[in-house]
């Protein structure tokens, strides 16, 4: 397991609590529970921070620098299709099970309407 927090994620957290915390105080609440994480935090699987973790065979248009094509297929073993929020190039800000679902149809159409009738590289690199 590779993941971890960048200072890009941090500061981008940072950003959105603080501008939450104006709105907050703007309420006048009793109080306010939360912040942002610190510089420096590192991803910990033992308290809830995500469970949208993504990525590892990420789809793209260049063999170079990605795992699969846009229909899921991989770029070296053409037989070889992978569905699942492994895809994902970025880790989205929202619920990723809608998306894994729509890519898994758009590949298995692919692989129903074109692959099956021509086996091989649905996309050339
Ligand atoms: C607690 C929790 C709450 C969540 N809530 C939401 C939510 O509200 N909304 C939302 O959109 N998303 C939610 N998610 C995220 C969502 O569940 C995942 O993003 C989604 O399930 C990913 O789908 P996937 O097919 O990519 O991977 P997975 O569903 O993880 O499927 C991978 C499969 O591969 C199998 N596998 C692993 N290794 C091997 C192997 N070597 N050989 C064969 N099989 C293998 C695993 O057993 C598993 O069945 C939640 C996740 C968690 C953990």
């Given at each position: 397991?590779?993941?971890?927090?960048q200072e890009n994620d941090?500061?981008?957290?940072?950003f959105m609590v603080g501008k939450m915390h104006k709105i907050a105080e703007a309420m006048n609440p009793k109080m306010i529970i939360g912040g942002?994480?610190?510089?420096?935090?590192?991803?910990d699987s033992t308290v809830y921070q995500t469970t949208h973790i993504s990525g590892g065979a990420?789809?793209?248009d260049d063999p170079k620098t990605s795992a699969v094509n846009r229909y899921l297929q991989s770029w070296d073993?053409?037989?070889v299709f992978v569905p699942g929020g492994s895809a994902f190039p970025q880790g989205?800000?929202?619920?990723?099970?809608?998306?894994?679902?729509?890519?898994?149809?758009w590949s298995a159409k692919a692989i129903r309407e074109q692959y099956l009738k021509n086996l091989g590289a649905l996309v050339q690199a």
């Open positions: 397991m590779t993941f971890d927090w941090i500061k981008m957290a940072q942002a994480k610190k510089p420096g935090t590192h991803f990420i789809m793209g073993v053409p037989n989205l800000g929202y619920n990723p099970t809608g998306m894994v679902a729509v890519l898994t149809y």
